[in-house]
């Protein structure tokens, strides 16, 4: 998978790269519009991560010359303006997603995973692994270790989405909107009780223990190296 | 241009036009008094002459007193040196006449009899005249009648007249000349105490928003626009405040997280370390730069609330949100930690609002976890749905320590904490979450309350139920 980062800061541009990277993607990284522009034409890139305020030409424009192009590769935005305008604008031109800036990393590869997993027309998988878990989707059961577990929808649902983004670190406020649809950031703890109590059920009794809290970032369901 | 006018000399031109037009007026009215005057004058003198001739006529009973006549008529009507007389003959013939003057025969031989006796007017050369005719009855039938006509030169009259109207318009003139000056110095003083009010409107700047018009020292036409701008300065110094209080509230919120931040760096790089502490620093940072992320995020949503864009938002993209689905929505996002905490959550009634669904569950959902973190164990959130007159309203009723009417007041307020300690201790939370929900429910032209009695803690929203709804709009902005 590849990624084009088109960024103007040198400090944000960097880490993108080196954390795309290491979390397994190819990158490049273009520091103005016009590079940007060039490389995403030429280049074959399955993402482009596009910020908006850029030297040379703007996020806007470059959007704008490669969707007039033909080229179809999905958009990440990302900005520092939160104006309800600017997301508008963004998705009216096309753009997939839109992160304003400071978002978590976290936050940006959940979201980059996601729009380079759209379009991919696999076979939707009706049982969902981890080592000694499962989870049917169509019999909406879940099964660890021989046992069954009980688990309220809401518990269902966080499950499934650790599973499906297994290895993942998915940051609280993308749980919050995933499985609750609340899409701003919460105050309270709610997050971190509700995995609690998932892992109460689901992790606390079994071994190994597959739901990880990543300190600072969010937590992620990955079956544990040596085992 | 008429706009630009200072109003000093808009007064003053009125003035001196008003003026000159009522003394134009005056004027001609006294011109055409003294006309008249001039007029009975003449008339009065022709009649009186008039009856002389009549009675001397009158004496004639044969022709030989005629001769005599001549004298008599001469003596009673000659004499008077504008005074012009002529007497005819019943055929025509000049009987008496002065010299240089010759009445307008057309109405000499049509000269009623008797008592009438009508004024006449002409001019001969330069000359006009005013004057009367009657045919006058005579004893001798040679004579009968004998036409007697008078008339006076209007000269004298007319120079009269040519000089007062001269005198007039001098006067007018320096009149209006007067009135203008007059009126530019009445206006220059009567708009002194707009010039006081520019002087003190000067000294208005944005350390010195304290300074008042004085509404007293005015004149009750100014002192309306006087109230009226002191109102808006104060309102203007309110808003002042609250933005500098913000500033410095922002300064303050974010020192302690950066100073966390800057400490445990230092620390961890004092000196070298295992790959786990470090590790465990990053952890903690990134914990902290979460928390200032949020904490950005909201006063950046309070920012937009303030200018206003979120009401234009919601004006365009409203629509009607079914409150009983949100609170159930919210409900079970909050389930879990409820639970936990053994608080027992409870939705009465349904209602729906206009406005953006999720801004409005943003909104509940903050009134919602701060019931949460107050309720003790064992204790009931509450959430009443009603409506009624075109307004939704929901309540949030939570156990609770009551809260002081001084605190009350001031839980809206950015960063705003009832109890420091305990917020600080566990982290949770940004002080923004109460002044957030208020932005919101004001950009939906709705209301806001709290209350707090006998252990109980209870924050009520208004929102209307369809756009436009003035009932609802909020008189505390």
Known sequence: M???IVEDELKTGDYLKQGLSEAGFVTELASNGVDGL??????DFDLLVLDVMLPGLNGWQVMERLRQSGKNLPVLFLTARDQVEDRVKGLELGADDYLVKPFAFSELLARVRTLLRRGKNGLEPSILQAANLELDLLRRRVVRAGNRIELTAKEFALLELLLRRQGEVLPRSMIASQVWDMNFDSDTNVIEVAIRRLRAKVDDPYEPKLIRTARGMGYVLEVPEGT | MTQRLSLTARLTLLFAMGSSTVLLVLGWLTGVAIDRHFEQLDFDALAGKM?????AIERVKSERDFDTLQSQLSDALVGH???VVQVLGPTGEVLLAST????PSEWLTSAPHGQTKALLEW?????????????ISTAIPRWQPLVVAVAVDMEHHNVFMRSLMRALWVFVACAALATGVLGWLAASRGLAPLRTMRERATAVTAHKLDQRLSVDAVPPELAELATSLNEMLARLEDAFHRLSDFSSDIAHELRTPVSNLMTETHVALSRPRDAASYRTTLESNAEEYERLARMISDMLFLAKAEYGQMSDWIVEHGESVHLAQEVRDLFEFYEALAEEKGVHLELRGACSAWGDRLMLRRAVSNLLSNALRYTPRAGTVLVCLSEGDGVSSLTVENPG???????LLRLFERFYRADPSRQQATGEGT???????QAIVRAHQGQIFASSDAGKTCFSIQLPQTPDQPECTDLLV
């Open chain 2, 100 to 103: 240089g003057i010759a009445f």
């Open chain 2, 431 to 437: 002080g923004l979450g109460l002044a957030i929900t």
């Open chain 1, 2 to 4: 590849k990624i084009l």
């Open chain 2, 401 to 407: 320590q009551t809260i002081p009417e001084h605190q």
């Open chain 2, 81 to 83: 040196h504008d005074l």
């Open chain 2, 51 to 55: 009856l002389l001739a009549q009675h």
């Open chain 1, 38 to 43: 060039h490389q995403a034409l030429t280049g």
């Open chain 2, 123 to 135: 001019s001969q050369g330069e000359r006009s005249f005013r004057g009367m005719a009657l045919a």
